[in-house]
């Protein structure tokens, strides 16, 4: 079997929310599998040393492009603007997600807009507007970052659970509405991973002690572990493989 099946040379791809976690990771991997990598997020200075840094990793283009996923109207401006400016987005990487976790019964307002915004209506503002150059192409992949809370529920991730939950259909949607176009939209479902957004559960020690008696495989996961799925669905390899979310979890999912 030959390895250009993975190899994502000549191909774009705009990853939101990566200027740090797993969307950072996202972006090195397909970057090193050969893509042209664009980083999205609000903060250009942190984007600026994120594309450093993946240079430095050897990821040959790298460019940024700082606009608010949140918001309609900027996402449909940003994608405008990489595409006349870089050229053709080839695949989406819907990565951009927060997590503020609370008791449901006290959530304000604020907060559940705030989840719900970032991690769901993000994916669709984003998608729609790179699916239009892709359906004209007929060709084009998307990847929404779901997650085990895509599935299970957890104390205090009201939100969040079902921002993960939300995506995981939207995908099926996406499939749905784009697959006769020549697009494959997957999701990614990571399970538990050592990010900037799971520090203070791991400095918790009788969370880490749970999650690594809950994980089969023992431990949390190393954002490494994700590029090999993320490189998968982005690529040839996965031209038949369409509406499907794909766990990286341990095989936490997997058992009681
Ligand atoms: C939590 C965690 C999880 C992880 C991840 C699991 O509070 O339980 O933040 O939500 O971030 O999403 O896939």
């Not at 997020?41 to 594309?51: I, N, Q, Y």
């Not at 492009?65 to 949140?70: C, I, K, P």
């Not at 929404?144 to 529920?153: D, E, R």
């Not at 939300?166 to 697009?183: P, R, S, V």
Request: neutral net charge; proline residues 3%.
């Amino acid at each position: 079997m030959s390895l250009k099946l993975f190899d994502l040379t000549g191909r774009r791809a705009l990853v939101t929310g990566s200027s740090q976690g797993i969307g950072l990771a996202l972006a090195r991997g397909v970057g090193l599998a050969g893509a042209a990598v664009v980083l999205n997020g609000r903060d250009l200075a942190k984007l600026e040393r994120a594309a450093e840094g993946l240079r430095a990793d050897g990821v040959a283009q790298v460019d940024i492009a700082g606009f608010d996923v949140t918001d309609s109207a900027a996402v449909e401006a940003g994608v405008a603007r990489i595409e006349a400016g870089l050229g053709p987005i080839d695949i989406l990487f819907n990565n951009a997600g927060v997590n503020l976790r609370g008791a449901l019964d006290a959530m304000p307002d604020e907060t559940w807009h705030s989840v719900i915004a970032t991690n769901l209506h993000s994916a669709f503002y984003c998608a729609r507007a790179v699916a239009k150059g892709m359906i004209r192409r007929g060709r084009g992949k998307i990847v929404n970052t779901c997650s085990v809370m895509s599935m299970l529920g957890r104390p205090t991730t009201g939100p969040y659970t079902a921002s993960k939950g939300a995506i995981g259909m939207l995908t099926k949607a996406m499939c749905a509405d784009w697959a006769k176009h020549g697009l494959q939209c997957n999701g990614i479902a990571p399970g538990y991973f050592s990010t900037e957004l799971t520090a203070p559960l791991r400095a918790n020690a009788e969370f880490n002690d749970w999650l690594c008696k809950r994980t089969p495989a023992g431990r949390w996961g190393e954002l490494p572990e994700l590029v090999g799925a993320a490189v998968f669905l982005a690529s040839d390899a996965s031209s038949y493989v369409n509406g499907h979310l794909l766990y990286v979890d341990g095989g936490l999912t997997s058992v009681v």
